[in-house]
C-alpha cells in the first residue's frame, strides 16, 4: 500500500500526519507499512557490462524531449526527477541535521529534481519519534525506514575500534546501509551525503554530469586515509580517495551500488552480500563510500568521470562535510543575493576547494563564473514562490548563525 509504482515497494512519503502517526503506533516493521523491503539476497540486477551510448547526455536530461521511464523516475509535468540524495541516519543526529542539513537543503536544493531521502532504523521507537517531528514541520523530503536485516551487529568486529562515534554497533550497521543505497530510492542517480554534511550553492545538472553523460567522480590521489580499500576489490594498489575531500554528495549510476555487492559477493566465494560484508570487517578500517567509487573508477570507466585534484581540468562542487559557515555565506550572496559583502560577493573558494587537498584549478575563475550563470537560469525558470522560500532560508540561516559569520568574515 505504501509502494511509489507497481512492483516497486518503496517506502511510502509522509503525505500526511494521519500516516505518521499510524507508522508511529505500529512502529512501522510488524506490518511493512513504511518500510521497503530489504533482505540480505540482493535482488536480480542488471549486467555488469555496459556501453556509453546508453548513458543519457546532460542535454537531454535537461529537454523537453527526454522521456523518463516511469518506473525510474518520478514524473513531474515535462521534468523527471533522475536523481536523489540518500542521507542513512538516526535519532541522535538529529541536532547535526537541524544544525547543517536541513536549512542548507532548503535554501539550495530543488526538490522537484533531487530528492533528499532520510532513512532511519525500523525497529528504534526513537528514529520514528524523530520522524514524526520532522514530518510536521514543512521539510520537502522523504523518510524510510530500514528493516533490521539478520545480523548481530554487536556480535562483528567494528572496523573503528570498539569505542568512540564510529565504534557502536549501529555504525557498522550503517555501513552496511551504504552497500544497499539503491534499496532506498528509485531514481536513476543515488547521491550518498552524511547527517553533519551541507549544501552551500546551488545543485544543477552540471554539478553531477559531464557533458557526455558521465558522473563526476571527485576524488584525490592519495590512498594514506583508506589504505586497504582497494585491497578489498583486488586492485592490486589504490591511488584514489573519495572521502577525504570532504565533498559531498557522492553520486553513483543505482546499478552501480548493486554490481559492487554482485562483485564482493563472488570475490568471496559466497552465497550473499551480507556475508562478503563480515569478511571485509575482518581487514580493520575501510570506508564503503571508498569502495563504491574506486568500484566505479576502475570498473565502470565509461560511466564515470573521475576528478582528482591534481587534475587542471577541474570541477565544481555545490556541498560536503566539515561545514564551514563563511561557505555558506558566500553561497548565499552569490545565489540569492542574501547579505552580499565584498569578500562573499567574489570568494570563489567554496565551490572549487577540496579539504585536505590543494586542487590544481585553484584559480580557474570560469569554471566559479559558468557554474553561476547556470544557478541564475535555473532560478529563473523557478516559481517566484519555491525561488522566495529558498531565499528566506539562507536569511534564516544567516541570521542564526550571525556571530560565527561576524567573527570569522574576512
Not at 172 to 184: C, E, G, I, K
Not at 206 to 219: S, Y
Not at 220 to 241: E, F, I, M, N, V
Request: charge should be positive.
Amino acid at each position: 500500500m505504501c509502494s511509489l509504482f507497481p512492483g516497486n515497494p518503496l517506502a511510502c512519503p509522509y503525505d500526511s500526519r494521519a500516516l505518521a502517526l499510524l507508522c508511529l503506533w505500529l512502529l512501522g516493521a510488524p506490518l511493512g507499512l513504511c518500510s521497503p523491503i530489504v533482505s540480505g539476497a540482493d535482488r536480480p540486477d542488471s549486467p555488469l557490462n555496459y556501453s556509453s551510448s546508453s548513458l543519457p547526455s546532460r542535454e537531454s536530461l535537461n529537454s523537453s524531449s527526454f522521456s523518463c521511464p516511469t518506473e525510474a523516475h518520478l514524473l513531474l509535468g515535462s521534468r523527471c526527477t533522475f536523481a536523489a540524495v540518500v542521507v542513512r541516519s538516526f535519532h541522535r543526529e538529529e541536532k547535526r541535521l537541524r544544525r547543517w542539513l536541513l536549512p542548507t537543503h532548503r535554501a539550495f536544493v530543488d526538490s522537484r529534481k533531487y530528492e533528499l531521502v532520510l532513512v532511519f532504523d525500523s525497529e528504534s521507537l526513537a528514529d520514528h519519534q524523530l520522524v514524526h517531528r520532522l514530518s510536521g514541520e514543512g521539510h520537502d523530503l522523504r523518510f524510510v525506514f530500514d528493516p533490521m536485516p539478520a545480523m548481530n551487529f554487536s556480535a562483528l568486529p567494528h572496523p573503528f575500534g570498539p569505542s568512540g562515534w564510529n565504534g557502536r554497533p549501529g555504525y557498522t550497521r550503517q555501513m552496511r546501509s551504504t552497500f544497499y543505497l539503491d534499496n532506498f530510492s528509485n531514481r536513476t542517480v543515488i547521491g550518498l551525503m552524511d547527517s553533519d554534511a551541507c549544501f552551500f550553492s546551488f545543485l544543477t545538472d552540471e554539478v553531477l554530469l559531464d557533458p557526455q553523460g558521465r558522473l563526476f567522480l571527485r576524488m584525490a590521489h592519495d590512498p594514506s586515509q583508506y589504505a586497504k580499500d582497494a585491497a578489498l576489490l583486488g586492485l592490486s594498489r589504490g591511488t584514489l580517495d573519495a572521502m577525504w575531500i570532504d565533498r559531498m554528495p557522492i553520486f553513483f549510476w543505482r546499478e552501480t551500488i548493486a554490481n559492487v555487492r554482485r562483485f564482493l559477493t563472488q570475490r568471496y566465494h559466497v552465497q550473499t552480500f551480507d556475508q562478503a560484508f563480515v569478511k571485509l570487517l575482518d581487514v580493520g578500517r575501510f570506508s564503503p563510500v571508498n569502495v563504491l567509487a574506486l568500484y566505479a573508477a576502475h570498473f565502470e570507466p565509461q560511466r564515470y568521470h573521475v576528478v582528482p585534484h591534481d587534475r587542471r581540468t577541474g570541477v565544481v562542487s555545490v556541498g560536503g562535510n566539515r561545514c564551514r559557515p563563511l561557505d555558506f555565506a558566500a553561497g548565499c550572496c552569490q545565489t540569492h543575493a542574501v547579505r552580499c559583502s565584498p569578500w562573499s560577493q567574489s570568494d570563489i573558494s567554496h565551490v572549487l576547494r577540496y579539504n585536505h587537498y590543494r586542487v590544481a584549478w585553484w584559480y580557474h575563475r570560469r569554471l566559479w563564473d559558468d557554474h553561476y550563470q547556470r544557478v541564475a537560469r535555473e532560478l529563473r525558470k523557478m516559481p517566484d514562490a519555491r525561488r522566495a522560500a529558498m531565499k528566506r532560508a539562507c536569511e534564516q540561516f544567516r541570521e542564526s548563525n550571525a556571530s560565527r559569520l561576524s567573527y570569522n568574515m574576512p
